[in-house]
């Protein structure tokens, strides 16, 4: 379906990004770079972790896939919510929800420990 040559839509598609629109933009990447990281980065320490802390490939697993659980969880229950308070204020307590748990993360003591910061409990 075509928009029409003087609806909103056609308008849309043929003005330039704003100022803020490249913002939003910029700032959905850096959001997504860093959700990658945190995958990337666990996954790199997977090796030490397992030497470190002597223990075996199910209790790495369940430190593997907390991360990805608490995305999704995190998206499934912020993505609703942004409905009602706006996408701003939501990626704004996504950051500050997300900030308390990571810094918790300089401190591991257990397995269950690394695995609720990096997972559903965090998000």
């Known amino acids: 379906m075509q928009a029409a040559p003087n609806g909103l839509l056609h308008r849309f598609d043929?003005?330039?990004m704003s100022r803020v629109q490249v913002g939003a933009?910029?700032?959905?990447?850096?959001?997504?770079a860093l959700d990658g990281y945190d995958v990337l980065s666990v996954t790199s320490?997977?090796?030490?972790?397992?030497?470190?802390?002597?223990i075996g490939k199910a209790a790495l697993g369940v430190v593997l896939s907390?991360?990805?659980a608490g995305m999704a969880l995190g998206s499934f229950a912020l993505a609703p919510?942004?409905?009602v308070i706006g996408r701003r204020r939501s990626i704004l307590l996504s950051l500050a929800l997300a900030m308390v748990p990571t810094a918790l993360?300089?401190?591991p003591e257990s397995v269950?420990?690394?695995?609720?910061?990096r997972g559903p409990a965090a998000s």
């Open 14 to 16: 043929q003005a330039p």
């Open 25 to 32: 933009v910029a700032l959905t990447v850096l959001l997504s």
């Open 45 to 54: 320490a997977a090796p030490a972790i397992t030497r470190d802390w002597h």
């Open 66 to 68: 907390s991360g990805l």
């Open 81 to 83: 919510l942004a409905d």
């Open 105 to 107: 993360l300089l401190l």
């Open 112 to 117: 269950a420990f690394l695995s609720s910061r």
